[in-house]
């Protein structure tokens, strides 16, 4: 295949991005000493796992008012804290959720943030924030809280559990391979999604077999980063429409909701994007896309349908508007009320996404 001409703009976030197993303290250190601050607000779900972490800094304050979804009064409660002991920098150290209450302060104070993630969810390599409120989810894009430096620390996910780690690593699948058609896609964010699909691929059947392994747990999460930046980038396609919805309206849990839905989408768009498809391919070690994250699922366990994640069966009509009026004009295929709803009984019976051929007009 000769490739066309290239015509594209994409936006680079500007942050410093550090690996250190084992060596999260010192780094830490270091990025606050950089940015010439000296009074830290702390934030951490688990007190325990974040003291060694801030062994070289002074802390003004440890703040452990972590809740999943940032609910407006939980991050309110935090911009007090961080007024009233006169912060001016904020470390967090924990997964998806911490980072989201750091980035929820830094929306009204302008305090610059470390990062310290604990899991593979990315959101400290994208500037969106979150906020819930009364049950309601809103999301928005703010430079102001995009961390300014991120440690990775491998050694810091030894404890995360298996089945938590394989739906967070699988998470990080679904931001590459909707990286590869979401509407901002471009050139830069596509080989970034294929090293992540290499990387993931690679690191969390390790995580697996051995879960206290440093390079299984370090592998995916340089998979987990890369993908997130791809992600912020691109934009979200129709795999994260789908699960923002059933999230937003069935409460189902985030990453296993990706890694449950994610191939069925895959089933839907790869057919109509060969190219890509093999690309993916390549980057799984596999036939085709779909045979390769299908592998990855079964080497990791990964959980099976959206039944066995609590939804009901009667609500499967009643996403598919929801879905529909979210649906990405860029999507591969057209996204029909037959497509998506077929799609969802699908997902939601966890028939074989390899034998599943969607209703495609
Ligand atoms: P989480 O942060 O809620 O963590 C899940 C659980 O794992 C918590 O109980 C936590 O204490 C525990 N945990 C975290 N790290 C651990 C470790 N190393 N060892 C043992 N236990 C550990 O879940 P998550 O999946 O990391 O994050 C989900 C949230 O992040 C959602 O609200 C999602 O919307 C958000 N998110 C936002 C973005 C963005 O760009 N803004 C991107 C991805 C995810």
């Not at 943030?113 to 604990?118: F, G």
């Not at 992600?231 to 979200?236: E, L, M, N, P, Q």
């Amino acid at each position: 295949m000769t490739p066309g001409p290239l015509h594209f703009a994409h936006e680079t976030l500007p942050q410093r991005v550090r690996f250190a197993a084992g060596g999260a303290a010192d780094a830490v250190a270091e990025e606050v000493g950089r940015l010439q601050a000296s009074r830290v607000m702390a934030i951490a779900s688990d007190a325990a796992r974040a003291e060694p972490v801030l062994a070289g800094v002074t802390v003004a304050v440890l703040h452990t008012d972590v809740v999943m979804h940032v609910p407006v009064e939980v991050a309110e409660r935090a911009r007090v804290v961080a007024r009233d002991h006169d912060a001016d920098i904020v470390v967090c150290v924990g997964g998806g959720s911490t980072t989201g209450l750091a980035k929820a302060v830094a929306l009204t104070t302008g305090l610059p943030i470390v990062a310290v993630p604990t899991t593979y969810a990315g959101s400290e390599a994208t500037d969106v924030w979150g906020l819930t409120d009364d049950g309601r989810k809103t999301t928005g894009v703010d430079r102001r809280v995009l961390p300014e430096a991120v440690v990775y620390d491998a050694s810091l996910m030894l404890g995360l559990p298996v089945a938590s780690s394989v739906a967070s690593g699988l998470n990080a699948i679904a931001h590459c391979v909707d990286s590869m058609w979401a509407p901002r896609t471009d050139p830069i964010d596509r080989a970034l999604a294929l090293e992540g699909i290499r990387a993931v691929t690679a690191g969390l059947p390790r995580v697996v077999t051995d879960p206290w392994e440093l390079e299984g747990r370090e592998q995916t999460l340089y998979g987990a980063y890369l993908s997130a930046v791809a992600f912020a980038s691109a934009g979200s396609g129709l795999h994260h429409k789908i699960c923002h919805v059933l999230g937003g309206m069935f409460n189902l849990p985030h990453a296993e909701t990706h890694a449950v839905v994610l191939p069925y989408v895959l089933a839907l768009n790869a057919p109509a994007v060969p190219q890509l498809d093999a690309r993916m391919a390549a980057a799984f070690g596999a036939g085709s896309a779909l045979a390769g994250l299908q592998r990855l699922r079964e080497e990791t366990d990964a959980p099976g349908s959206l039944r066995d994640l609590g939804m009901s069966g009667v609500d499967v009509p009643r996403a598919v508007g929801p879905i529909l009026e979210a649906a990405p004009p860029s999507n591969p295929v057209p996204v029909t009320a037959e497509a998506i709803e077929a799609l969802l009984r699908a997902a939601y019976d966890g028939r074989d996404p390899t034998r599943w051929t969607a209703p495609v007009r």
